[in-house]
């Protein structure tokens, strides 16, 4: 029986169907990439480079960086790894980079706004993304993006950076974590190799409330309607431009928000590495009728524990 589940969790997601969900893992520390191959993982959705970076007193160089990427890429063994360039700001300071205080961080200078300022930061992570490619299949993912000119941006320097390396090019995609990236889902679609949603700041953003606050948060529940409706939405703008939708946010592992995100049609789950195996059992026991029904009534629900409810 143990042993039975131990192998099965080796085996794709494939719901009763035929529909296939990809089943990757979110990561932030080099050991973590073998680990995931171990628990069943597909790949890694999300890997938070941020790791590099924190608890230091100064940027790590290139080397250092391509090093680490590296290790990743071989341990994974063919497998696909996302690596989403630096994540910086909102609640994660960094005092080596001398970030002037702001009085709301989560709408200040954060994520690809901080990298788009800092030109000679974002190109050494880069570079270092780049040589690591050379190793095994990688994909860049850009965070925060909340206008098309960041997009347009981050990407003219990464392919400067391509060319400057002669690299092969790479996938390239962006989260959807800011309300405007979702309005504007189509456009940026066009721009884009796929979207992973990380619903964890998009909950955020569309409810305002602080994913960290202490009496608050609890309400910032992914599984909300008014969420749930703009995942809808970037599924079907990307639908249309023919790109695929990951999540990477917490309900990703949320069996409630396994089945739910199945029947809006995201086609990757990320999850943390301990979830793994029972998000691939769970799809394998669903049928996409059930969960494209679930996900109808969700989408018409008043409230999120009426979500929750859902029988
Ligand atoms: C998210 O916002 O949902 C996400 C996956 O990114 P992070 O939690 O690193 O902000
Ligand atoms: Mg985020």
Known sequence: QREAERRACYQP????DGARIEVVANIAAPAEAGRAVEAGGEGVGLLRTEFLFLGRDQAPSEDEQAAAYTEMVRALNGLPIIIRTLDIGGDKAVPYM??????NPFLGERGIRL???RPELFRTQLRAIFRAAAHGPVRIMY????????LKRAKSLTEEVRLELGA???????????PSAVMMAEELAAEADFFSIGSNDLTQYCLAVDRMHPLLSRQADGLHP?????????????????????VCGGIAGDPRGVVILTGLGVRELSVSIPSIAAVKAQIRGLSMEQARALARRALACPTSAAVRGLR
């Open 98 to 103: 001398s970030m002037p205080a702001e009085e």
């Open 168 to 178: 092969d090019p790479v996938e390239i995609g962006i989260m959807i974590e800011v």
């Open 226 to 246: 008014a969420v749930l409706r703009m995942i809808d939405a970037t599924v079907r703008a990307a639908d249309k431009a023919g790109i695929w939708v990951g």
């Open 115 to 117: 990298c788009l300022n």
């Open 13 to 16: 997601a494939i719901t009763t």
């Open 143 to 150: 965070p925060m993006i909340s206008t098309l000119e960041e």
